[in-house]
């Protein structure tokens, strides 16, 4: 397998989808609101997504920088988005009819951005797993204990499935399994083996998230990791070695639809979120929950579409990049590719800005929104300088721009 393609891609497309958007309050709602026997699942009659569209999408996607997707074939409500041959609670059994992980897929593939499954671990709707983080728990206090058989029917059900999505839906690039319950910490809970030599036996190429289990130190290294909603101060180790990484974050509040979260992230929390990702090897996979009608909501769109903006700007700060040898100064955060450093503000800057460990070294400086070159200050302000910091006057500049700095 190749790691290189994801750290060079640095940024992705996260979607939360199913039933769970026609209630609308986010891809937990079996588990934190009441629910008579049976109607939650019986949501999967009313599911009829006419409005989906998964070549805008990918468009949406692709015009942003985002270099791959990772989509949600099943929640833990056990719903599956896919056409599963082995039970009958799935897309193709609802009103809309159609396999939409394989049109999502086939409509991705086609903008040649890279395939990744999300898959959970947890089936809330089976008896042969339970944990306090389920509905039942969460709802009643109660947690039933499955047989032996009913545990290996489970995991049986998992395996069929991976090994599926593995199989009839062409080449997968990235699975992100969730999750491993603080509950089941010291458990294999999961036979992760058994899982995985199923999923590198299909396919040989692919990677594989971190999620099989709780703790990351003591057991065998995986494909990359998956902080989440946050931006790690430093580059992540496991067992004393740099890992390649992602986190995962939202643009609201809510993974799946919540049509009362209007909470949206700005632009610039966004890029500044990138970016600081991109500054410690790592890549940011952003979130959107599309509606029961298969609509991204409207402020997504228009986040989106902003972010293709600074993208088509500011990308070459974010592809290919990784950690800076040098120290940022206050209020900015460095990418670096080779000799070209890239400085990105986190606020305005209130003046001139001082950048260690740079004097003498610069060539160029060049803001990329507007191509104008900044102006190195070397006449004045040196006194309390250390000899190796660089004052420069980036006038003009803004929270979200990018200097492009060129090295000797």
């Given amino acids: 397998m190749s790691i290189d393609w994801f750290k060079k891609a640095r940024f992705g497309l996260f979607i939360h989808w199913g039933i769970y958007a026609i ?28 409005d989906f569209d998964p070549e805008r999408w990918a468009a949406l996607a692709k015009a942003a920088g985002m270099k791959y997707v990772v989509f949600t074939t099943r929640h833990h409500d056990g719903f599956c988005m896919f056409d599963s041959h082995y039970t009958d609670y799935k897309i193709t059994n609802t009103p809309y009819g159609k396999d939409v992980t394989r049109m999502l897929s086939e409509a991705f593939r086609a903008e040649e951005l890279r395939i990744g499954f999300y898959h959970s671990l947890p089936d809330w709707t089976h008896p042969g797993y339970a944990d306090r983080e389920s509905p039942e728990f969460i709802q009643h206090g ?19 499935h991976i090994e599926q999505l593995m199989t009839n839906y062409g080449k997968i690039d990235l699975l992100f399994l969730d999750y491993t319950s603080k509950y089941k910490a010291n458990e294999d ?8 030599e199923i999923i590198y036996r299909c396919q040989p190429e692919i990677l594989v998230n971190d999620r099989l ?43 799946g639809f919540y049509n009362t979260d209007f909470d949206y992230k700005p632009l610039e929390a966004l890029t500044a979120g990138l970016m600081g ?8 996979l952003l ?19 902003q972010l293709s903006e600074w993208y088509s700007i500011n990308g070459e700060a974010v592809f290919g990049t990784g950690k800076s040898y040098y120290t940022p100064p206050f209020g900015t955060c460095y990418t670096q590719k080779g000799n070209l450093v890239y400085l990105y503000f986190l606020q305005q800057p209130m003046g001139d800005v001082i950048m260690p460990e740079l004097r003498g070294k610069i060539k160029r400086i060049i803001l990329l929104r507007t191509g104008s070159e900044i102006e190195c200050i070397d006449h004045w302000g040196f006194e309390l300088l250390k000899p190796n910091e660089q004052r420069i006057r980036p006038s003009m500049v803004k929270a979200g721009d990018v200097l492009r700095i060129e090295l000797k």
């Fill in 23 to 50: 209630p609308a309050k986010g891809e937990w709602t079996y588990a934190n609101d009441p629910w008579e026997s049976g109607e939650y699942e019986n949501l999967m009659h009313q599911f009829n997504p006419v």
């Fill in 142 to 160: 109660e947690l039933h204990t499955p047989t032996e058989v009913q545990h290996r029917e489970y995991l049986e059900l998992l395996y069929n």
């Fill in 189 to 196: 809970y999961f036979d992760r083996e058994r899982l995985l």
């Fill in 213 to 255: 289990s709780f703790y990351k130190d003591n057991v065998r290294f995986f494909d990359y990791y998956t902080p989440e909603i946050c931006v790690p101060n430093q580059p992540q180790q496991v067992n004393n070695r740099e890992v390649p990484w992602e986190t995962c974050c939202t643009m609201n509040q809510h993974w």
């Fill in 277 to 284: 990702c991109v500054a410690q090897n790592g890549n940011l």
């Fill in 287 to 305: 979130n959107v929950g599309p509606d029961s009608q298969g609509n991204f909501p409207e402020t997504a769109v228009l986040r989106l579409n």
